[in-house]
């Protein structure tokens, strides 16, 4: 008799000792205690090099035809057309990587850029890396060829 009380009593503990206490114990999640570092960037992510072409908005002619391509070794050559007119500008040199490989600048003596680097895109900026937020910032995009 003594022998299935014994029994009957560690079975009641193992019991108990086996009930969740998730109610009563503040458990951390092991998952929610790590903090993710997402090193994708545009710079080592998309396929970026190549020619960009789109037509930007204009003051006083129809439009500004931007033809931009990039080079793997950081260089850029700019072809910039004013619509109807015989104006015509070309610009080469150097980009930098800016803000975390997603933005690109170029700084010459005749071109200030920002550029948003997206897949099959680019995305100009206003002069601070700011997207640009109007009627018109559809046609600040650049598409890729």
Not at 14 to 36: E, I, W, Y
Request: charged share 20%; proline share 2%.
């Amino acid at each position: 008799m003594k022998l299935i009380i014994y029994c009957l009593f560690a079975s009641i503990i193992t019991l108990q000792s086996c009930q969740s206490n998730s109610g009563t114990q503040n458990q951390t999640d092991p998952v929610d205690s790590v903090t993710f570092v997402d090193e994708h960037t545009s710079q080592n992510s998309l396929d970026w090099n190549g020619e960009y072409e789109g037509v930007t908005p204009c003051a006083d002619c129809p439009g500004i035809k931007q033809t931009i391509t990039l080079y793997t070794d950081n260089t850029f050559k700019l072809n910039t057309e004013y619509l109807e007119r015989d104006t015509q500008l070309k610009d080469s040199g150097n980009f930098e990587w800016e803000n975390n490989g997603s933005q690109i600048a170029i700084r010459t003596q005749h071109t200030q850029l920002k550029l948003k680097v997206q897949e099959g895109s680019l995305l100009i900026l206003d002069t601070e890396g700011n997207e640009i937020s109007s009627e018109l910032s559809d046609m600040f995009i650049l598409t890729k060829k």
